[in-house]
């Protein structure tokens, strides 16, 4: 069974750093592609960061340059570390296996002076 709990949210100053985990469980995080969502209010969710098994990422126009993705295998958790953060990136984010129905609860990110 396919788990995700994702942590490290938190409301930050606009120009700030977070770093979001999310712990797999069920499944072997490195054999998977995993995707960050984030979703405001009033708009639908968008993938902003992929990684796939092999290593390779992938990243949204709005944060390429700002966002990275990684992950720790030991730990079967999967990272994005924020930086440069802006008011336009408050959301909800969530981590996804890719060709899963699972979600985790997501972990709040509220980017307010």
């Known amino acids: 069974q396919v788990q995700l709990v994702e942590s490290g949210g938190g409301l930050v100053q606009p120009g700030g750093s977070l770093r979001l985990s999310c712990a797999g469980s069920?499944?072997?995080?490195?054999?998977?592609?995993m995707t960050w969502y984030r979703q405001s209010p009033g708009k639908a969710r968008e993938g902003v960061a992929t990684?796939?098994?092999?290593?390779?990422?992938f990243y949204a126009e709005s944060v390429k340059g700002r966002f990275t993705v990684s992950r720790d295998d030991s730990k079967n958790t999967l990272y994005l570390q924020m930086n440069l953060l802006k008011a336009e990136d408050t959301a909800v984010y969530y981590c996804?296996?890719?060709?899963?129905?699972?979600w985790g609860q997501g972990t709040q990110v509220t980017v307010s002076s």
């Open positions: 996804h296996k890719i060709g899963s129905t699972a």
């Open positions: 069920g499944f072997s995080l490195s054999e998977e592609t």
């Open positions: 990684l796939a098994p092999g290593g390779a990422t």
